[in-house]
């Protein structure tokens, strides 16, 4: 099930006033001009505001860079971050601390419901709710980039206009969890939910982003701050410092296989995904 905007509103307030308990019903949608939705449905100007839907359809491949927060267990380290997207088939991160060179790294890959730890060039199977976790992450960060919610059995319901003039989709795709993306007056994406799965325990666990700013490649909008917290807590940030929107995959290899010591370079390459 989606996260209802109320429950979207309830998890943003849960760290200072505790867990929701029961979810109360919306207020009445508010009379609201339409503005840059009239005439149109949400998905349509959202990809409008995103790049276009011709830019967004092209994109085979999503890269970007920056340093990140990440909090674990309430403990919370900067490093810097890798992350490659393939729209609903291949998702690579890539940190290693700040200050601290790239063959430190640790990676994460998620394709095919399946996910790895890769240490150098070990690939470790990851735990059944790890690699649920790793592909659910795969799935928002595809379901951002908007053009591949119009792919076929893609479910999309609009939902009442916020008091502030705020729209919101429910999304429904087979493969993902059901997601929730709520877009700003102008049309451009500002937060999104889904009840994902926490990677160690298997429980269920509401995931919420905010996205503010923007980068641009190829006519391409893309969040330049992403913030997520899950179950209240926040989990991870991000503040994009380069962004790539490509119309074709490009072969990654490792940066833990790229960095040996004594000047090695045995390079691993992901599959072509």
């Not at 006033?17 to 949400?42: D, F, H, I, M």
């Not at 997601?179 to 509401?206: I, Q």
């Not at 995931?207 to 926040?234: C, D, L, M, Q, Y």
Request: proline residues 7%; aromatic residues 6%.
């Amino acid at each position: 099930m989606a996260i209802s905007r109320t429950l979207l509103a309830c998890a943003a307030m849960a760290a200072a006033l505790g867990a929701c308990t029961t979810a109360q019903a919306p207020p009445a949608a508010p009379v609201v001009e339409a503005g840059p939705y009239s005439g149109k449905s949400v998905l349509d100007v959202a990809l409008e505001t995103a790049g276009g839907e011709a830019a967004l359809g092209k994109v085979k491949e999503i890269y970007f860079t920056g340093m990140a927060k990440v909090t674990t267990d309430g403990a919370t380290v900067e490093q810097n971050a890798a992350i490659v997207v393939r729209p609903f088939s291949f998702y690579r991160s890539t940190n290693w601390a700040k200050g601290a060179a790239p063959k430190t790294s640790r990676t994460t890959q998620a394709e095919l419901g399946q996910a790895w730890d890769v240490n150098r060039v070990t690939w470790q199977p990851m735990t059944a709710p790890a690699a649920k976790f790793e592909n659910e992450v795969l799935a928002f960060y595809s379901m951002i980039l908007l053009a591949p919610l119009k792919a076929q059995g893609v479910v999309v319901t609009e939902q009442p206009v916020g008091e502030d003039g705020t729209r919101a989709i429910q999304v429904v795709r087979p493969g993902a969890p059901a997601a929730e993306l709520e877009f700003d007056a102008t049309g451009k994406l500002v937060r999104a939910g889904y009840t994902g799965t926490d990677p160690k325990t298997g429980a269920a666990s509401p995931t919420i982003a905010t996205f503010s700013g923007e980068v641009v490649s190829n006519g391409v909008k893309w969040p330049k701050h992403i913030k997520i917290e899950r179950n209240g807590a926040p989990a991870f940030e991000i503040e994009v410092a380069t962004f790539e929107a490509l119309p074709e995959k490009v072969v990654r290899p490792l940066d833990q296989a790229m960095q040996y010591e004594g000047g090695q370079n045995n390079a691993g390459e992901e599959d072509a995904g």
